[in-house]
C-alpha cells in the first residue's frame, strides 16, 4: 500500500492518529480491514481448519509467488497501523481470538476458550493454551502475553490508542492465566483482542520503551517466520516448530510494485500466482472479461471500508439540518457505481457497512438516490430558490483519481437534477494538508474513507457520533471534530457509551438502530459507496479468498 509517510508524524493526540490512518490507507486502496458479530460468543472451541487450531493440516505445494502495489512501512506490531502491515502481521502471528474462516464466529486461538467477564463488566480472564512456542523457542505464557501488551500500549506506536484508552492494567495471574482490567465496560473487548497487532511477541527480543520499535523483523507465534522484508519484496517462510496446523504451501514470496500497469501485465503473462491491491477499475475489467481465455480466476468479495461525505456544520448553511438532508436527498449512489467504479462498488446507506446484521438502509429509506424532488422541498423550506441558489463546495485529496471523478460526477448530476438551485465547486489540495486541516473546520464538504480497526459496529459510530467537549450543537473537541463534521449531540454521546456497555446483545443492537436513526435524521455524513475487494489467481491455485473480516488468510493457498 501506498503509505504517505514522508510527510505524516507520529502525533500526540488520539483523533489526529486516526486521521493519519486515514491518509495512509486512502491512496490507492479500493477496500480492505474489520466491526462484532452480535453474539458471537456462541463458540468457545477453536476451529478445525484456522491455523493456530487443532486440525489436519494440508502438504506443501511449493512456494506462492503473490503480487501487490500495497506497501509496508514497519512490521512491528506496536507501531503497524497501515493495511498491509495488519495482513502480514495475521499471517505471521496469533491473537488471543481470532475468526472461524469464512465467518464472522469470534473463537479461541491463544486463548482456550472466551473470557469469563465479571459482573461489572470490567475484568477479564483469559485462560490460555500451554503448548505453544514462539519463533524464537521462547514459550508461550501469560507472562509473554501480559508483555506484549504492555508494549503495544506503552511504547507509543500509531496504534497504541487502541488498548491504551481501553485497558487499566494486564496482569499475569496464573503460568497460563491472564486477567485484563478495563477502565470502562466495553461489549466490542474480544473483537477487539483479535486485531492483527494485538500478538505476542518474544521478550527477548523486543523491549519496552517510548519509540522503541522494530519495523524490519517480527519474533512471534504464527505459522510463518519472516525470511526477509525489504522496500520490493517480503518472504515469509514456514513456521516448522509452529503449534497449530501447517500451512497448505510451503512459504509465501511477496512483489511489491510501483504500479498497478506493472502488477497487471505481470500476473497477466504468469509471472505471479495471485495478484491482489491495487488494480485499476479497467484492468479489473479486463481480467473479469479474459479470465476464461487466460485460465485465471477472479474472487470476489467486499469490504468493511466505508466512503462518505463529511458534512462541517461549523460553516453556513450546513448548520442547516434541512440544507445537509437535501444534500443528503441528491446524492445518486447507483449512478456513481456505473459512472465511477463500472459496477465495482456497493452503494452504502448507512455508516455501518451491510455485513452487519444491524447495519440498515436507513438514508435509502429517508432520502432515495438522486431524489431531486425531496432535495428541492427541503431546500426551499430552508430558504433558498433559484433566486437565492445553494452554494457548496466538496473538497478531496489531490492524488486520490477516484475521489476527483466522484466529486465532478456529483456536481454534474446535482447541477443538472437541480439547474439554477444549486451549484457544485469542486476543490482539492494535497492529502496531508487536507486531513491536517479537517478537524479545523475548513472544509465544508469532504469525500472521506474509514478503515476499521476491529470488526464490530461501534467502530462505525463511536468515532463519528462521539464528542467529548460541545456546545450549542456544536463539538469543539472529540472524534466528529476530528472527523469534520463537528456534530454534538448530548443523546448520541449517551447512546454511544450505551452501546459500548451492553453485554447483551439484542439490546444493544436496539441502541445502534437508535443511532443510526440518529445519523439519519439529523445529517453530519452522508454514506456512498463500499469497494468490492478483488484478487486474482492463476488457475490451479486453490485456497485464495478474502475472510468476511477482510484478512487473507496466506496459509490457506496451495498451488495443485
Same mark, same amino acid.
Given at each position: /500500500?501506498?503509505?504517505?509517510? !514522508?510527510?505524516?508524524?507520529?502525533?500526540?493526540?488520539?483523533?489526529?492518529?486516526?486521521?493519519?490512518?486515514?491518509?495512509?490507507?486512502?491512496?490507492?486502496?479500493?477496500?480492505?480491514?474489520?466491526?462484532?458479530?452480535?453474539?458471537?460468543?456462541?463458540?468457545?472451541?477453536?476451529?478445525?481448519?484456522?491455523?493456530?487450531?487443532?486440525?489436519?493440516?494440508?502438504?506443501?505445494?511449493?512456494?506462492?509467488?503473490?503480487?501487490? =502495489?500495497?506497501?509496508?512501512?514497519?512490521?512491528?506490531?506496536?507501531?503497524?497501523?497501515?493495511?498491509?502491515?495488519?495482513?502480514?502481521?495475521?499471517?505471521?502471528?496469533?491473537?488471543?481470538?481470532?475468526?472461524?474462516?469464512?465467518?464472522?464466529?469470534?473463537?479461541?486461538?491463544?486463548?482456550?476458550?472466551?473470557?469469563?467477564?465479571?459482573?461489572?463488566?470490567?475484568?477479564?480472564?483469559?485462560?490460555?493454551?500451554?503448548?505453544?512456542?514462539?519463533?524464537?523457542?521462547?514459550?508461550?505464557?501469560?507472562?509473554?502475553?501480559?508483555?506484549?501488551?504492555?508494549?503495544?500500549?506503552?511504547?507509543?506506536?500509531? *496504534?497504541?490508542?487502541?488498548?491504551?484508552?481501553?485497558?487499566?492494567?494486564?496482569?499475569?495471574?496464573?503460568?497460563?492465566?491472564? =486477567?485484563?482490567?478495563?477502565?470502562?465496560?466495553?461489549?466490542?473487548?474480544?473483537?477487539?483482542?483479535?486485531?492483527?497487532?494485538?500478538?505476542?511477541?518474544?521478550?527477548?527480543?523486543?523491549?519496552?520503551?517510548?519509540?522503541?520499535?522494530?519495523?524490519? !523483523?517480527?519474533?512471534?507465534?504464527?505459522?510463518?517466520?519472516?525470511?526477509?522484508?525489504?522496500?520490493?519484496?517480503?518472504?515469509?517462510?514456514?513456521?516448522?516448530?509452529?503449534?497449530?496446523?501447517?500451512?497448505?504451501?510451503?512459504?509465501?514470496?511477496?512483489?511489491?510494485?510501483?504500479?498497478?500497469?506493472?502488477?497487471?501485465?505481470?500476473?497477466?503473462?504468469?509471472?505471479?500466482?495471485?495478484?491482489?491491491?491495487? %488494480?485499476?477499475?479497467?484492468?479489473?475489467?479486463?481480467?473479469?472479461?479474459?479470465?476464461?481465455?487466460?485460465?485465471?480466476?477472479?474472487?470476489?468479495?467486499?469490504?468493511?471500508?466505508?466512503?462518505?461525505?463529511?458534512?462541517? $456544520?461549523?460553516?453556513?448553511?450546513?448548520?442547516?439540518?434541512?440544507?445537509?438532508?437535501?444534500?443528503?436527498?441528491?446524492?445518486?449512489?447507483?449512478?456513481?457505481?456505473?459512472?465511477?467504479? $463500472?459496477?465495482?462498488?456497493?452503494?452504502?446507506?448507512?455508516?455501518?457497512?451491510?455485513?452487519?446484521?444491524?447495519?440498515?438502509?436507513?438514508?435509502?429509506?429517508?432520502?432515495?438516490?438522486?431524489?431531486?424532488?425531496?432535495?428541492?422541498?427541503?431546500?426551499?423550506?430552508?430558504?433558498? !430558490?433559484?433566486?437565492?441558489?445553494?452554494?457548496?463546495?466538496?473538497?478531496? *485529496?489531490?492524488?486520490?483519481?477516484?475521489?476527483?471523478?466522484?466529486?465532478?460526477?456529483?456536481?454534474?448530476?446535482?447541477?443538472?437534477?437541480?439547474?439554477? %438551485?444549486?451549484?457544485?465547486?469542486? $476543490?482539492?489540495?494535497?492529502?496531508?494538508?487536507?486531513?491536517?486541516?479537517?478537524?479545523?473546520?475548513?472544509?465544508?464538504? +469532504?469525500?472521506?474513507?474509514?478503515?476499521?480497526?476491529?470488526?464490530?459496529?461501534?467502530?462505525?459510530?463511536?468515532?463519528?457520533?462521539?464528542?467529548?467537549?460541545?456546545?450549542?450543537?456544536?463539538?469543539?473537541?472529540?472524534?466528529?471534530?476530528?472527523?469534520?463534521?463537528?456534530?454534538?449531540?448530548?443523546?448520541?454521546?449517551?447512546?454511544?457509551?450505551?452501546?459500548?456497555?451492553?453485554?447483551?446483545?439484542?439490546?444493544?443492537?436496539?441502541?445502534?438502530?437508535?443511532?443510526?436513526? /440518529?445519523?439519519?435524521?439529523?445529517?453530519?455524513?452522508?454514506? %456512498?459507496? $463500499?469497494?468490492?475487494?478483488?484478487?486474482?489467481?492463476?488457475?490451479? +491455485?486453490?485456497?485464495?479468498?478474502?475472510?468476511?473480516?477482510?484478512?487473507?488468510?496466506?496459509?490457506?493457498?496451495?498451488?495443485?
Amino acid at each position: /500500500m501506498n503509505a504517505l509517510t !514522508s510527510w505524516v508524524g507520529k502525533g500526540k493526540d488520539l483523533w489526529a492518529r486516526r486521521q493519519w490512518r486515514r491518509v495512509a490507507q486512502f491512496v490507492g486502496l479500493f477496500g480492505l480491514c474489520c466491526a462484532i458479530a452480535l453474539g458471537c460468543a456462541g463458540n468457545n472451541q477453536p476451529v478445525a481448519d484456522a491455523p493456530g487450531t487443532e486440525g489436519g493440516g494440508a502438504d506443501g505445494g511449493g512456494r506462492i509467488a503473490l503480487g501487490t =502495489t500495497l506497501t509496508a512501512r514497519t512490521l512491528d506490531p506496536a507501531d503497524a497501523y497501515e493495511t498491509f502491515p495488519g495482513i502480514l502481521l495475521y499471517n505471521l502471528g496469533d491473537r488471543l481470538y481470532t475468526y472461524e474462516p469464512g465467518t464472522t464466529n469470534l473463537v479461541p486461538q491463544l486463548a482456550t476458550a472466551l473470557p469469563t467477564v465479571s459482573a461489572d463488566g470490567l475484568t477479564y480472564t483469559i485462560p490460555l493454551r500451554d503448548d505453544v512456542t514462539l519463533h524464537d523457542g521462547t514459550p508461550f505464557t501469560a507472562e509473554v502475553m501480559a508483555f506484549s501488551l504492555q508494549r503495544f500500549m506503552e511504547n507509543g506506536g500509531r *496504534p497504541a490508542y487502541l488498548l491504551s484508552d481501553k485497558i487499566a492494567s494486564a496482569t499475569a495471574t496464573g503460568d497460563y492465566e491472564l =486477567t485484563l482490567k478495563l477502565k470502562a465496560p466495553f461489549a466490542a473487548f474480544p473483537a477487539l483482542l483479535s486485531f492483527s497487532g494485538v500478538t505476542p511477541v518474544s521478550p527477548g527480543s523486543y523491549e519496552i520503551g517510548t519509540g522503541s520499535f522494530k519495523p524490519d !523483523s517480527f519474533v512471534g507465534t504464527g505459522p510463518y517466520k519472516l525470511a526477509s522484508f525489504t522496500s520490493d519484496s517480503i518472504k515469509l517462510d514456514v513456521n516448522e516448530n509452529y503449534w497449530g496446523d501447517a500451512p497448505a504451501n510451503q512459504g509465501i514470496d511477496i512483489q511489491i510494485f510501483t504500479s498497478p500497469a506493472n502488477l497487471y501485465n505481470t500476473f497477466k503473462t504468469g509471472g505471479l500466482d495471485v495478484a491482489y491491491q491495487t %488494480l485499476d477499475p479497467e484492468q479489473i475489467t479486463s481480467l473479469e472479461k479474459e479470465a476464461a481465455t487466460g485460465g485465471w480466476q477472479v474472487i470476489v468479495a467486499g469490504t468493511n471500508v466505508i466512503n462518505y461525505m463529511v458534512l462541517n $456544520q461549523k460553516i453556513e448553511p450546513l448548520n442547516d439540518v434541512k440544507v445537509r438532508q437535501a444534500i443528503a436527498a441528491m446524492v445518486d449512489r447507483p449512478l456513481l457505481n456505473e459512472r465511477v467504479f $463500472q459496477g465495482q462498488a456497493e452503494p452504502l446507506y448507512s455508516l455501518i457497512p451491510a455485513s452487519f446484521d444491524v447495519a440498515k438502509p436507513v438514508f435509502k429509506e429517508a432520502y432515495g438516490d438522486g431524489n431531486f424532488t425531496k432535495a428541492k422541498a427541503l431546500l426551499t423550506e430552508a430558504g433558498f !430558490s433559484e433566486a437565492n441558489p445553494l452554494a457548496i463546495e466538496i473538497w478531496y *485529496p489531490s492524488a486520490s483519481t477516484t475521489r476527483s471523478i466522484v466529486a465532478n460526477t456529483l456536481k454534474e448530476s446535482i447541477e443538472a437534477g437541480l439547474p439554477g %438551485l444549486v451549484t457544485v465547486t469542486v $476543490q482539492n489540495t494535497e492529502g496531508a494538508t487536507l486531513w491536517e486541516n479537517v478537524g479545523k473546520g475548513i472544509y465544508p464538504i +469532504v469525500l472521506a474513507n474509514w478503515y476499521p480497526d476491529y470488526y464490530d459496529p461501534d467502530t462505525f459510530i463511536q468515532p463519528f457520533m462521539s464528542c467529548e467537549k460541545g456546545s450549542n450543537a456544536i463539538c469543539e473537541a472529540g472524534p466528529s471534530q476530528a472527523n469534520g463534521s463537528f456534530y454534538y449531540s448530548p443523546k448520541a454521546n449517551e447512546l454511544v457509551a450505551k452501546q459500548q456497555a451492553e453485554q447483551d446483545p439484542a439490546a444493544r443492537q436496539k441502541v445502534i438502530a437508535d443511532l443510526q436513526q /440518529m445519523m439519519v435524521d439529523d445529517v453530519p455524513y452522508v454514506p %456512498l459507496w $463500499q469497494n468490492k475487494d478483488f484478487v486474482f489467481a492463476q488457475g490451479g +491455485v486453490e485456497g485464495v479468498g478474502i475472510e468476511p473480516t477482510q484478512q487473507f488468510l496466506l496459509w490457506k493457498i496451495v498451488r495443485k
